[in-house]
């Protein structure tokens, strides 16, 4: 990879499918830009498909989609950080960790509009997790979305 994804100071954390596309999750979305509103990146499955199959190996550069996550400013700081993410349909699943004093998980939801490159986090949809291991920097790493029935 190349660009700002490709920097270590991304620390990605986060990778899933939107579609089609690979979305990569920065730890710290918002250090990525200034101001409230951050960037997380997505790599198009033809990309990835056209570097695999061809002799062309040119690094490839992830795009940026804004990250909103306004009302969650007290994770923009060492400590905390996002570690996860998931997509149903348009809707988007984060988990967060957090040191402020002791470890904590939290789970929020939000939208993603891909036609205005955007994600937007609710502020009300924080939830803390039942962390039960108390181990530093291990809170929810990853996130599983299944379906019953």
């Known amino acids: 990879m190349e660009g700002e994804a490709a920097h270590r100071d991304a620390e990605l954390s986060g990778l ?6 690979l979305i990569l999750l920065p730890q710290f979305p918002i250090s990525l830009v200034t101001g409230i509103s951050g960037a997380i990146f997505y790599i198009p499955k033809e990309k990835i ?5 061809t002799q062309n190996h040119a690094p ?13 400013e007290r994770f923009n700081h060492d400590g905390s950080g996002y570690e996860a993410i998931a997509f149903s349909g348009d809707t988007v699943f984060v988990s967060i960790e957090s040191y402020a004093g002791e470890m904590k998980g939290y ?3 939000g939208i993603i ?3 205005k490159r955007e994600i937007r986090l609710d502020k009300n949809s924080l939830t803390e997790n039942d962390y039960t291991n108390r181990l530093p920097n ?6 599983t979305l299944f379906k019953i029935g």
Do not use: S
């Open 16 to 21: 899933t499918w939107y579609k089609d596309k």
């Open 60 to 72: 490839i550069k992830p795009e940026k989609l804004k990250f909103n996550a306004d009302g969650f």
């Open 107 to 109: 789970t929020a939801l």
């Open 138 to 143: 291990h809170t929810e790493e990853t996130i």
């Open 49 to 53: 498909k056209q570097y695999l199959q």
């Open 113 to 115: 509009n891909f036609d």
